[in-house]
């Protein structure tokens, strides 16, 4: 792990004070939002899916073996018919590729964990890599929800003050209006109206209300296109398995040859999937803790007592959502980069039909979730 080390501390330069958060507002943070960015419980219901559905790799191979039985007789005939025509000579190895194919069909469910085992150690070594930055990044979410917080009590306060001010200025101003003269007049005008202004301004109901609408649809699009990676990886290695053998059996006929060849290549960029969405989701949990702290910094500079952080109190307020858009927009380019994983296998291991259905699945996904986002819109 220490080019790991070396990827955080370059990329990772900005520093912050630890914040103390209760862990009462841990429990209910993580009922509300769930325990981590991408949902632990779901994520290992994830890892588990995948064994227990790989069970039913024997739904079609009584099947296949009797296909390929059919085809190895028909291959037989074939090369039976080229050696007494005289167009081939006796050749042993290739009459001997049969057999080696139907002892696959038989020891098909040790075959399958072969091949998929390289897969699955690059899986285990990145989801390592992904659990060991995740626990920091949670700590990191959970110190600045209560940074959030604290910043909305300090509006709520501010807010206060100016009401006050307002019932206090109100009674002065009908009692002694009066007896002013013109210019106290328009020196009242010149304090009393920032305070109105600053008491419309301070209206952070709504404001909180759309910095956690747009914080929540921006995990909800990071955690839906990775759990359709997870899924599709599910899907695709599933029928890969189930069907496989009829592809096993077909490469016995000489036309049908490279069936086995290809779905061996298929089989291993499918398996490549978690592997690789484990290491981009590492990569963008390095750009969200440096989102992460740099809000918590910013957020701490806004709850200090002195006058400047007033004022930037005042121009964060008048934004019109709590929050500075750094960690959402990290969400949304992680969302984003998990699409890519299909190609990126397909780099490793060429192959073309998964990364054309892969394609067609992302696109349909990106449709639906622009209807959605339209949706919400309206």
Do not use: C
């Not at 009922?31 to 994830?46: E, P």
């Not at 005289?86 to 590729?97: I, N």
């Not at 700590?139 to 001010?165: F, G, I, P």
């Amino acid at each position: 792990m220490e080019y790991a080390n070396i990827i955080s501390a370059s990329l990772l330069q900005v520093q912050h004070t630890p914040v103390n958060v209760p862990g009462s507002f841990k429990d209910t943070f993580n009922f509300l939002q769930g325990n981590g960015v991408y949902d632990d419980g779901m994520m290992h219901f994830l890892r588990n899916m995948k064994s227990q559905i790989w069970t039913h790799y024997d739904a079609f191979i009584a099947d296949a073996q009797a296909l390929a039985a059919i085809f190895m007789l028909i291959f037989f005939a074939i090369k039976s018919y080229e050696m007494i025509s005289g167009d081939r000579k006796l050749e042993v190895m290739p009459l001997l590729r049969p057999f080696g194919l139907s002892m696959i069909i038989l020891w098909w469910p040790i075959f399958t964990r072969v091949v998929a085992f390289p897969t699955e150690v690059v899986e285990n070594r990145t989801s390592e890599m992904f659990d060991e930055s995740q626990s920091n990044i949670n700590e990191l979410r959970m110190e600045r929800a209560k940074l959030m917080v604290d910043v909305a009590d300090q509006l709520l306060k501010v807010q206060a003050e100016t009401e006050t001010a307002k019932t206090e200025a109100d009674t002065w101003y009908e009692n002694a209006w009066e007896s002013v003269q013109s210019s106290v007049k328009e020196g009242f005008s010149q304090v009393w109206n920032p305070i109105v202004e600053m008491r419309n301004r301070l209206q952070i109901s709504l404001q909180l209300y759309g910095a956690a609408l747009l914080e929540t649809l921006a995990i909800w699009i990071l955690r839906i296109s990775v759990y359709v990676i997870f899924i599709v990886q599910i899907i695709f290695s599933t029928i890969l398995i189930i069907l496989g053998p009829f592809s096993v059996s077909a490469s016995i006929l000489p036309m049908f040859r490279n069936s086995f060849p290809e779905w061996i290549a298929r089989f291993i960029s499918v398996n490549l999937y978690s592997g690789i969405a484990y290491l981009v989701m590492y990569i963008a949990s390095l750009f969200q803790h440096y989102a992460l702290e740099a809000e918590i910094t910013r957020y701490q500079e806004l709850l200090a007592s002195d006058g400047e952080s007033m004022e930037k109190l005042s121009w964060f307020a008048a934004n019109g959502v709590l929050s500075f858009g750094i960690v959402i927009i990290t969400f949304i380019i992680g969302a984003l980069t998990m699409f890519t994983v299909p190609s990126i296998s397909t780099w490793i291991v060429s192959t073309t039909g998964v990364s054309n259905a892969a394609s067609v699945m992302g696109s349909k996904a990106s449709s639906m979730g622009t209807m959605a986002a339209h949706a919400v819109g309206g």
